[in-house]
């Protein structure tokens, strides 16, 4: 819970550079801005929402079958766009055939996220996750913010 706390404290100083520490081993001509926590040497310049459940299997134990994964690909199909015309958003889709997880992650630089973050991503993250829940099959409905960095 640690970790969250830190990424919870970064994103809501979004708006203050004083919470941000200039990378000094970067390489990139771009002027993203770069967040460290503490003294861990980890740093990053991408914040994820992820939002995610567990869906059931189908008929046959598994995930090719399962109108709960169908009905949860289904969602994800009407959001999408929403989802990729906030700025700076990647958008991954990650399922799990054995733990039967469903989940989509947005990927945005931390300076585009922190506007989303204050607004508590609605109104798209209460509609995505009032409609998830409604899907017959699906538990476990969470959110969660991470940092999200190709290394």
Known sequence: MKIQAILSAAVALVASTEAFVPATNSVSTTTQLRAE????????ENVAREWRCKYSA????????SESLKACQ?????????LKALPGAQVTRQV????LDFKVSIT????????????????????????????DGTSLHETQEITFEAL
């Open 96 to 99: 799990c055939g054995g733990c």
């Open 37 to 44: 926590i503490g003294e861990t040497g980890i740093s990053f």
């Open 108 to 135: 945005q630089p931390l300076d585009e996220h922190g506007a989303w973050a204050e607004a508590n991503y609605d109104p798209l993250e209460s509609e995505f996750m009032e409609k998830l829940k409604a899907i």
């Open 74 to 82: 289904s969602l994800l199909g009407e959001y999408l766009p929403k």
């Open 58 to 65: 189908g008929p046959s134990g598994g995930p090719g079958d």
